[in-house]
């Protein structure tokens, strides 16, 4: 079974441009997750997609960050425009079903973005 | 509101030593409890969940987690480290509702001398 897979792995931009982070999910999982992995610090959930839908967004930082998944399968998060705060690793994780929390969280390798 | 607190920020041990990693939580309700290893480059990988019922959890490679409601614990431990456990372990709540966001600490490192 492939696991999630993310593109690219590494980016580095200077401030003030816009970055894309793509997300395929492990096939037939309905939901998605973004997180936000800050050097020496744990994940923070940016956004919950379940299917289409969003259903958490409450730490996501709608000025400068969005996300979607069309069509319910993979998902892109993009800044614009980037901080150098948004320095951090960008996760990407799925699992099966809708029961929230119970669901194990599959997470791809990530992208490390380097903002000069 | 949920967070977990993970005393330890590095922990050295020798091969063939035990280890016990450090975890407090801080949630009303019975809380989904996760440990999750990384590996650098890596995403992170579960090493066991706990959700009710008994509440000594095994997991994968070796290890198990404790959970103590009285003290707001859940422990990983492992008898004998091997030198492939170094890399950073993360503790997890979760909220139990239908949303999936999941609260880390902000890990330990572990180093492995062999």
């Not at chain 1, 590494?10 to 997300?23: D, L, T």
């Not at chain 1, 800044?79 to 990407?92: G, M, N, R, T, W």
């Not at chain 1, 029961?99 to 969280?105: F, I, L, N, Y």
């Not at chain 2, 949920?2 to 063939?16: A, K, L, N, R, Y």
């Amino acid at each position: 079974e492939a696991g999630v897979a993310q593109s690219p792995r590494y980016k580095i931009i200077e401030k003030r441009q816009s970055v894309a982070f793509w997300c395929n999910p492990i096939s037939g999982h309905a939901t998605l997750y973004w997180y936000q992995q800050i050097l020496g610090q744990g994940p923070k959930l940016l956004i919950q997609f379940q299917n289409n839908g969003v259903v958490d967004d409450s730490q996501l930082p709608k000025d400068r960050f969005s996300a979607e998944r069309l069509k319910g399968v993979d998902s892109t998060l993009k800044i614009q425009p980037a901080k150098l705060e948004d320095s951090a690793v960008y996760l990407c994780a799925s699992s099966l079903g809708l029961a929230g929390s119970r669901e194990t969280q599959y997470f791809g390798p990530g992208t490390r973005l380097l903002v000069l | 509101a949920q967070s977990v607190t993970q005393p330890d920020i590095h922990i050295t041990v020798s091969e063939g030593a035990s280890l016990e990693l450090r975890c407090n939580y801080s949630y009303g309700a019975t809380p989904y409890l996760f440990w999750y290893v990384q590996s650098p480059g890596q995403g992170l990988q579960l090493l066991l969940k706990y959700f009710s019922g008994d509440t000594l959890v095994q997991g994968i490679k070796g290890f198990e987690a404790e959970f103590k409601r009285s003290q707001s614990s859940f422990n990983l431990r492992k008898p004998s480290v091997h030198w492939s456990d170094a890399a950073e372990y993360f503790c997890a709540v979760g909220a139990g509702s239908t949303l999936g966001r999941l609260y880390f600490g902000r890990g330990t490192q572990l180093t492995v001398w062999p």
